[in-house]
C-alpha cells in the first residue's frame, strides 16, 4: 500500500512513493535515529570545506558576469567557485536571507536563473533559520562558559541546515494508520524536504514580506531616541541588550535545553519547568559576560549583529534601509562562521572599522570589489 498525495504532479507522487517506500519494514528506525543519521551524513560533506559567503549583490554578478562592473573577474571568480566546490575545498551557504532577497527577483527566470546557480554552489546546505542559530549560540554560551556544563555530553545542533528545512519541518495531522506506516510517512518527508533545491523553492514558495515597514519603524525610533553624543560602546550595549530581549524566549528554551543535562524532568515537578525566570536575568547575564569580557565571550553572531546596528546609529546622517535588516544578517552570519564574505562596499567598510572589530570575529575576510574577492579566493582554493 502507497500513501495517497493529492494536489502534486505525476512526477512529484512517483518521487514521494519512492522514498517511502525505502523506510517500509524500517519501523526499527526511529524518525530522531533517521534525523541524525542525515545530520551526520551533512557534517561529513561539508567536512574540510572552507565557507565561502556572498551576498546577493554577488549571486546576481554570478548569473550575469556582464552585468557586473568587472566581467572578466567575475567569469574569473564564477569558474573558481565552480572547481573548488566540486574539488572538495569550499562550498557557498545560503541562508534566510538568501531566500528572502531571492524571492524579490523579477522576472521569474532570473531568479530561478540565480537559484540555479545558488543550488550548484551550496550543494543545497544552508544556515539554520534566525531564531535557530540565536538559539544554538545561547545553548553553547551557557555550556562554555559552566565547568558543571562542560562535564556532560551534549550534541549542540550544527549551524547547518538543508535548503528544504530551512523553515523547519513539517508533518501534517493525519487520520488514525499504523504506527509502522506513518514512521515511513514522516521519514519520507523528511527525505523529501532533504533533496529540496532553492531553485524549486523560489519557483513554488510565495514571495517573502516586504521590509519597507521595519526601516520606517526603525527610523522614527532612531527620530525618537536620538544617539545624544553617545559612544560606540554604549550604543553597542543597547542594541545587545535589545537583541537579547527581544529574543528572551529562545534563552528561556535554551536555559531548559541545558537544565536537561542535570535534571531529569520525571524527578521534577511540572511547576518547576513551567515557571519562567525574570526576563532580564538571562539577558542581564550574558550581555554583562559578553560586554565586560567576562568568561567566553560566545554568541559571535549576535555581538556581531548588534556591532552592526550600533555602528549605523553612530552615522546620524544616514537613514536605515529596507534592506539593511538582511545585509546585517548575511554579515553577522558571514563574520561570526565563514571564512570569505564578498558583499558591497559600504557594509565592507564597515568590518574594517576598528570598533566593530573589537567586538566582532576577525577570521573573516571581506572583500567587494571582484579582483580583490578573486584574489583572496585563490589563495583559499590553492
Given at each position: 500500500?502507497?500513501?495517497?498525495?493529492?494536489?502534486?504532479?505525476?512526477?512529484e507522487?512517483?518521487?514521494?512513493?519512492?522514498l517511502?517506500?525505502?523506510?517500509?519494514?524500517?519501523?526499527?528506525?526511529?524518525l530522531?535515529?533517521?534525523?541524525?543519521?542525515?545530520?551526520?551524513?551533512?557534517?561529513?560533506?561539508?567536512?574540510?570545506?572552507?565557507r565561502?559567503?556572498?551576498?546577493?549583490?554577488?549571486?546576481?554578478?554570478?548569473?550575469?558576469?556582464?552585468?557586473?562592473?568587472?566581467?572578466?573577474?567575475?567569469?574569473?571568480?564564477?569558474?573558481?567557485?565552480?572547481a573548488?566546490?566540486?574539488?572538495?575545498?569550499?562550498?557557498?551557504?545560503?541562508?534566510?536571507?538568501?531566500?528572502?532577497?531571492?524571492?524579490?527577483?523579477?522576472?521569474?527566470?532570473?531568479?530561478l536563473?540565480?537559484?540555479?546557480?545558488?543550488?550548484?554552489?551550496?550543494?543545497?546546505?544552508s544556515?539554520?533559520?534566525?531564531?535557530?542559530l540565536?538559539?544554538?549560540?545561547?545553548?553553547?554560551?551557557?555550556?562554555?562558559n559552566?565547568?558543571?556544563?562542560?562535564?556532560?555530553?551534549?550534541?549542540?545542533?550544527?549551524?547547518?541546515?538543508?535548503?528544504?528545512?530551512?523553515?523547519?519541518?513539517g508533518?501534517?495531522?493525519?487520520d488514525?494508520?499504523?504506527?509502522?506506516?506513518?514512521?515511513?510517512?514522516?521519514?519520507?518527508?523528511?527525505?523529501?524536504?532533504?533533496?529540496?533545491?532553492?531553485?524549486?523553492m523560489a519557483?513554488?514558495?510565495?514571495?517573502?514580506?516586504?521590509?519597507?515597514?521595519?526601516?520606517d519603524?526603525?527610523?522614527?525610533?532612531?527620530?525618537?531616541?536620538?544617539?545624544?553624543g553617545?559612544?560606540?560602546?554604549?550604543?553597542?550595549?543597547?542594541?545587545l541588550?535589545?537583541?537579547?530581549?527581544?529574543?528572551?524566549?529562545?534563552?528561556d528554551?535554551?536555559?531548559?535545553?541545558?537544565a536537561?543535562?542535570?535534571?531529569?524532568?520525571?524527578?521534577?515537578?511540572?511547576?518547576?519547568?513551567?515557571?519562567?525566570?525574570?526576563?532580564?536575568?538571562?539577558?542581564?547575564?550574558?550581555?554583562?559576560?559578553?560586554?565586560?569580557?567576562?568568561?567566553?565571550?560566545?554568541?559571535?553572531?549576535?555581538?556581531?549583529?548588534?556591532?552592526?546596528?550600533?555602528?549605523l546609529?553612530?552615522?546620524?546622517?544616514?537613514?536605515?534601509?529596507?534592506?539593511?535588516?538582511n545585509?546585517?544578517?548575511?554579515?553577522?552570519?558571514?563574520?561570526?562562521?565563514?571564512?570569505?564574505?564578498l558583499?558591497?562596499?559600504s557594509?565592507q567598510e564597515?568590518?574594517?572599522?576598528k570598533?566593530?572589530?573589537?567586538?566582532?570575529?576577525?577570521?573573516?575576510q571581506v572583500a567587494?570589489?571582484?579582483?580583490?574577492?578573486l584574489?583572496?579566493?585563490?589563495?583559499?582554493?590553492?
Amino acid at each position: 500500500m502507497t500513501p495517497p498525495i493529492a494536489n502534486v504532479s505525476e512526477e512529484e507522487g512517483r518521487l514521494f512513493n519512492e522514498l517511502f517506500e525505502r523506510h517500509r519494514g524500517q519501523s526499527q528506525v526511529s524518525l530522531t535515529q533517521h534525523r541524525r543519521a542525515k545530520i551526520a551524513e551533512m557534517e561529513r560533506a561539508l567536512a574540510g570545506r572552507k565557507r565561502i559567503y556572498l551576498d546577493t549583490k554577488y549571486w546576481v554578478y554570478l548569473r550575469d558576469p556582464d552585468q557586473s562592473p568587472d566581467p572578466e573577474a567575475i567569469r574569473e571568480l564564477k569558474a573558481l567557485l565552480y572547481a573548488g566546490v566540486a574539488s572538495g575545498k569550499i562550498f557557498c551557504p545560503l541562508s534566510f536571507s538568501t531566500y528572502d532577497e531571492l524571492m524579490v527577483i523579477m522576472p521569474l527566470e532570473r531568479r530561478l536563473a540565480t537559484a540555479r546557480i545558488m543550488d550548484d554552489l551550496s550543494l543545497g546546505y544552508s544556515f539554520c533559520g534566525p531564531e535557530d542559530l540565536y538559539g544554538l549560540e545561547i545553548t553553547r554560551f551557557f555550556i562554555e562558559n559552566s565547568q558543571t556544563m562542560r562535564r556532560f555530553t551534549y550534541a549542540v545542533q550544527p549551524i547547518w541546515t538543508r535548503i528544504g528545512t530551512l523553515f523547519g519541518e513539517g508533518y501534517p495531522p493525519r487520520d488514525v494508520v499504523p504506527a509502522d506506516y506513518e514512521l515511513a510517512l514522516d521519514k519520507a518527508l523528511l527525505d523529501r524536504m532533504w533533496i529540496l533545491g532553492i531553485r524549486e523553492m523560489a519557483e513554488k514558495m510565495p514571495k517573502h514580506r516586504a521590509r519597507e515597514h521595519v526601516a520606517d519603524q526603525i527610523n522614527e525610533e532612531r527620530r525618537r531616541y536620538p544617539r545624544a553624543g553617545r559612544s560606540f560602546k554604549q550604543l553597542y550595549a543597547d542594541e545587545l541588550h535589545g537583541l537579547l530581549d527581544f529574543n528572551k524566549h529562545i534563552i528561556d528554551s535554551s536555559l531548559r535545553d541545558v537544565a536537561s543535562l542535570v535534571l531529569d524532568p520525571k524527578d521534577v515537578p511540572e511547576s518547576a519547568f513551567s515557571a519562567e525566570l525574570p526576563a532580564y536575568v538571562p539577558v542581564n547575564l550574558i550581555r554583562h559576560a559578553t560586554t565586560m569580557g567576562k568568561g567566553q565571550p560566545g554568541i559571535p553572531m549576535q555581538r556581531t549583529e548588534a556591532a552592526l546596528y550600533a555602528s549605523l546609529r553612530l552615522d546620524v546622517g544616514r537613514p536605515f534601509r529596507p534592506n539593511d535588516a538582511n545585509d546585517i544578517r548575511h554579515t553577522a552570519a558571514a563574520l561570526a562562521y565563514c571564512d570569505l564574505y564578498l558583499t558591497e562596499r559600504s557594509f565592507q567598510e564597515m568590518t574594517t572599522r576598528k570598533d566593530i572589530r573589537s567586538v566582532a570575529p576577525v577570521q573573516c575576510q571581506v572583500a567587494w570589489i571582484p579582483d580583490e574577492a578573486l584574489s583572496l579566493l585563490r589563495a583559499i582554493t590553492g
